[in-house]
């Protein structure tokens, strides 16, 4: 009997590389994406991971590698959460299993992974400019080949995106652009390019092949096109709103039905063969298509726990702790409710942040800006400017893109935008590009930002008092991805001292000085010391800045060693510690100090535990540390 889970897939078995592909018929291609499809639900079933982008890009990755030559020509997928089916048609079918695992494949695309994947990515909006740039290089002596970009409508409307289609058609190099429209970012997309794409296809109904081909011709060189001249216009009476792609010097070609293969293959296949400058080619297709479960989901499916093929039905890991994401949200609804002035907004990423809560109870005072950092930055400096409070919700990954802004819109004018910075640390299954690594290092160096790192779920709570109550200039506080550590809350948040950490232990000899949730870890460690007879002192910072100047003074006055523990790269608590010490002739009286921070390495995808032993920073090796520190072997060292 056919096993769900398990789907037969008789031509995908016979498909190892797109090479395979070449020798199908059309209507084998449309078998082999009914088996891609079932194969793709049957793997994700068993990982878990981005689900719903990759249905609906099914039958446009069969039509890619069926007409393009790939590797050599460049196929980049934007973001990159929807190249599942692609990895299993480019040689890594017999690795889909291991997909966002330790030692296994990337949930994104990948350089080091396949010659198939030529630019990686997992933050959006980047392939028009990769793609330009392959195109360009291939123009200069560089890799030969056609250079494609296929870009989703919730990552079009960023302006990296702009920036890339204003150069492109600058250039009018040779290059395709596939905008793939799903009508979806994770959320339902929000703005005015998501309303024009709607008002492009409601507009004009999807195009039967026939009126698409007759107008290709435009894509003709120049003297061949003169008697094509009708066939052209119609096609731009058609694509009525093309003209906005127009405009930045591409031709546009669509909206065509990305799930029809008798539509995409001689479409593609026409282009490839003739088109000689920037190509937009407009197609439309459904998030989570083929799998109902996936379709009939908010979020199409967007990305999902392990779950049963059959019932859709995900296994969730049980927890009695809520998220830092949730606890972040409820605070400040809970602050909101007293304080009008207070505002939200989010880059696209309402549910992740937590702050579609926030806009379920005050959907004015939210502002979800669509996929745009940079500008969510900028306009919570106009907020703060204009009088309100307002918190720009944003994973310390995605901030990155923001930075710019925050040091030149924000801190230079120190205008209180409070950042709330949710999947800070070690994420695990979505890998180096959307780990937390860098904020402390790169907000703590900006002058007058105040940088908070909450130890558990009530510190959160508190901090998000905290940051209300600052009007003096900007305000971060940093929290992870994932369950707090199950403390009791308290009812409401109290307003912390700026620049006071707590002590949580007193002890001797060693000092550990943690920065955020490793605290647990370190509170692990101290007891497994205490056991050892070296019991340390052990204190919460709250802040990396500005720092507890006092309090870090008598620790290293009154103890052997100090050590600093925090979620993030080089350059952050511990380094401004270390400047502290130093700048005050500490190391000069001889303290030990070691400061423990992620190592100079990007981490590939694993459990955040697992990642964080990679870094060297559980509650052991913490330990471990302090010995080392200290000059005591431990067992295993003697051995
Ligand atoms: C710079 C950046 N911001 C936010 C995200 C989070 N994110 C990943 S996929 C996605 C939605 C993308 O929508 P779209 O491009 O339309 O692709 P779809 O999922 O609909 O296929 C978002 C917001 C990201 N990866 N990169
Ligand atoms: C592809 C992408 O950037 C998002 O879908 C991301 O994977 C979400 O991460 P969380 O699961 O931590 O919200
Ligand atoms: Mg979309």
Redesign the pocket.
């Known amino acids: 009997m056919a096993d769900p889970q398990r789907p037969a897939t008789p031509l995908l078995d016979r498909v190892h590389f797109p090479s395979d592909l070449k020798g199908l018929s059309d209507r084998e291609l449309r078998q082999l994406a009914d088996e891609l499809r079932a194969e793709t639900i049957s793997a994700v079933s068993v990982t878990g991971g981005h689900l719903?982008?990759g249905l609906?890009v099914v039958e446009l990755t069969v039509a890619l590698h069926a007409v393009f030559d790939t590797p050599r020509d460049k196929l980049i997928w934007?973001?990159g959460?929807?190249c599942y089916p692609h990895k299993i048609l480019t040689g890594r079918r017999d690795r889909i299993r291991t997909l966002r695992t330790e030692g296994g494949l990337s949930g994104f695309t990948k350089r080091s992974e396949s010659p198939y994947d030529p630019f990686g990515a997992?933050?959006?909006?980047t392939s028009i400019s990769a793609a330009l740039g392959f195109a360009c290089a291939a123009g200069l002596g560089g890799d030969a080949g056609d250079a494609i970009a296929v870009?989703?409508?919730?990552?079009?409307s960023?302006g990296m995106a702009f920036e890339a289609m204003n150069n492109a058609g600058a250039l009018k190099k040779r290059l395709f652009v596939v905008l793939?429209d799903?009508e979806?970012?994770?959320a339902p997309?929000v703005g005015a390019l998501s309303a024009y794409l709607s008002r492009l296809y409601a507009e004009a109904p999807v195009q039967d092949l026939k009126e698409v081909a007759k107008g290709l011709v435009s894509l003709l060189p120049a003297p061949l096109q003169e008697g094509a001249k009708r066939a052209r216009d119609m096609l731009k009476g058609m694509a009525v709103g093309g003209t906005l792609f127009e405009a930045l010097g591409f031709t546009y070609v669509g909206p065509i039905d990305g799930h029809d293969l008798d539509q995409l293959l001689p479409i593609l296949r026409m282009l490839k063969a003739r088109a000689t400058g920037p190509v937009l080619i407009h197609v439309l297709t459904k998030?989570g298509k083929g799998y109902a479960p996936a379709e009939n989901s908010p979020d199409r499916g967007?990305a999902r726990a392990k779950f049963d093929v059959v019932t859709g039905e995900q296994k969730k890991t049980p927890s009695n702790a809520p998220s830092y994401t949730r606890v972040f949200a409820e605070s400040l609804i809970d602050e909101a409710a007293r304080d009008d002035k207070i505002v939200a907004v989010t880059?696209?990423?309402p549910d992740g942040t937590g702050l579609d809560l926030f806009g379920a109870r005050f959907p004015r005072r939210l502002f979800d800006v669509g996929?745009a950092?940079q500008h969510a930055v900028t306009f919570s400096a106009g907020l703060a400017a204009g009088g309100m409070k307002p918190f720009c919700a944003i994973y310390s990954t995605?901030l990155q893109?923001g930075y710019d802004q925050v040091v030149h819109d924000v801190a230079i004018q120190r205008l209180p935008v409070r950042f709330a910075i949710d999947r800070a640390g070690l994420v695990g299954a979505d890998g180096a590009t959307h780990a937390g690594s860098f904020d402390v290092a790169f907000l703590s160096n900006l002058p007058g930002m105040v940088v908070m790192a909450a130890a558990d779920e009530a510190e959160l709570r508190h901090m998000v008092a905290t940051a209300v109550a600052w009007d003096e200039g900007p305000i971060a506080l940093r929290y992870p991805r994932g369950e707090g550590a199950g403390v009791e809350m308290p009812d409401r948040g109290a307003v912390l001292e700026i620049g006071r950490g707590r002590v949580m232990r007193e002890g001797g000899r060693v000092a550990l000085l943690s920065f955020g949730t490793r605290l647990s870890e370190v509170l692990k460690a101290a007891e497994a010391l205490a056991a050892r007879g070296l019991a340390p002192t052990v204190v919460d910072a709250r802040f990396a800045k500005p720092l507890d100047r006092d309090l870090i003074l008598r620790l290293a006055r009154e103890h052997e060693a100090l050590i600093t523990v925090e979620e993030g790269a080089v350059g952050g608590f511990g380094s401004h510690v270390a400047q502290l010490l130093a700048d005050e002739g500490v190391f000069d009286r001889g303290l030990k100090f070691r400061s423990m921070v992620l190592p100079d390495i990007f981490i590939d995808q694993a459990s955040p535990e697992a990642m964080y032993r990679i870094a060297g920073m559980d509650a052991a090796q913490i330990a471990a540390k302090v010995l080392e520190v200290l000059g005591i072997a431990t067992a295993s060292r003697r051995a």
């Open positions: 719903g982008a609906g934007d973001v959460h929807q997992a933050h959006s909006s870009i989703g409508d919730g990552s079009m960023a793939n799903n979806m970012s994770i997309p998030k967007h880059a696209a990423m996929i950092e995605f893109r």
